[in-house]
């Protein structure tokens, strides 16, 4: 499968973005999905999963801001950030994996997947 981000940006703190990662090459459907994040000479942090049956999980740090979401006849995975702060600025990343995680935890770390996108730029100032 191959993954394509879109829809960051700059965004004043208190505000929100969408961001998009359009999937081809298979079935998002069968996949785990998730949203990673990475600043410069940090290491990188999962912010939220999700699985076929539309299980969640998040980070500690974007608990009730972040969503996330899919839609599977489009093929798309969203992260609908609101509430943004500084803290936020990165850059963000799609996964996927075409497996269950056994784990709930998996659902965040970044060596569980696969599958990568090229990412966005996130800036909040």
């Known amino acids: 499968v191959q993954l394509v981000e879109s829809g960051g940006g700059l965004v004043q703190p208190g505000g929100s973005l969408r961001l998009s990662c359009a999937a081809s090459?298979?079935?998002?459907?069968?996949?785990?999905m998730g949203w990673f994040r990475q600043i410069p000479d940090k290491e990188r942090e999962g912010v939220a999963g999700?699985?076929?049956?539309?299980?969640?999980s998040y980070a500690d740090s974007v608990k009730g801001r972040f969503t996330v979401s899919q839609d599977n006849a489009n093929n798309t995975l969203y992260l609908q950030m609101n509430s943004l702060k500084p803290d936020d600025t990165a850059m963000y990343y799609c996964a996927a994996v075409r497996m269950r995680p056994l784990m709930t935890g998996l659902r965040t770390l970044g060596a569980f997947y696969k599958y990568w996108g090229q990412g966005t730029q996130v800036t909040v100032s």
């Open positions: 090459g298979d079935t998002i459907g069968r996949y785990c």
């Open positions: 999700i699985e076929s049956d539309g299980s969640t």
